[in-house]
């Protein structure tokens, strides 16, 4: 006697494989909907037209003779600015965007004390952008560190 095919091995195992790959199919797509990575802004043409405008903010920043190095430690960033030919320390307005987590971006208003030493009170770990402006955005100092550092000089 011929068992009826809802008993048989090979009809459930034929049934068995297209099912699991639709059901990691759609373990997948949730999965990436909920963690995804925004690498590419969506004003990129605005941006793009930007760094014209930013390319000339660093050369006046090189033509005043500015420069920033950036130290940190498990609990506080300390940006010491170098004047140049500025009358005196001016508030700064930093920009801090992580590679991969616009989430995680911020900007602080700094004060310098009378040496000419920032302080931020925040713990940052891992690789940063980080951009230095002043109010009127006359000039910028930009550059890439990884946090904690013990020392990295902003080009400008």
Do not use: C
């Not at 955005?137 to 560190?145: A, F, M, S």
Request: no cysteine; glycine share 4%.
């Amino acid at each position: 006697m011929v068992k009826p095919w809802y008993k048989q091995f090979w009809p459930w195992f034929l049934i068995i494989l297209p099912l699991t790959v639709v059901t990691w199919t759609i373990a997948t797509v949730i999965v990436f909907s909920k963690n995804s990575v925004s690498l590419v802004a969506e004003d990129y043409y605005k941006k793009g037209k930007g760094i014209n405008v930013d390319i000339s903010k660093i050369k006046v920043a090189k033509e005043l003779g500015l420069n920033a190095t950036i130290v940190s430690d498990d609990t506080a960033v300390t940006i010491v600015f170098d004047k140049g030919s500025l009358a005196h320390f001016p508030a700064l307005t930093a920009t801090f965007t992580h590679r991969t987590l616009p989430d995680r971006d911020f900007t602080k208003l700094l004060t310098a004390d009378a040496k000419g030493v920032y302080r931020l009170d925040n713990h940052i770990e891992g690789p940063w952008f980080v951009e230095l402006q002043p109010h009127d955005q006359k000039w910028l100092i930009q550059g890439r560190v990884t946090f904690p550092s013990p020392s990295t000089l902003l080009m400008n």
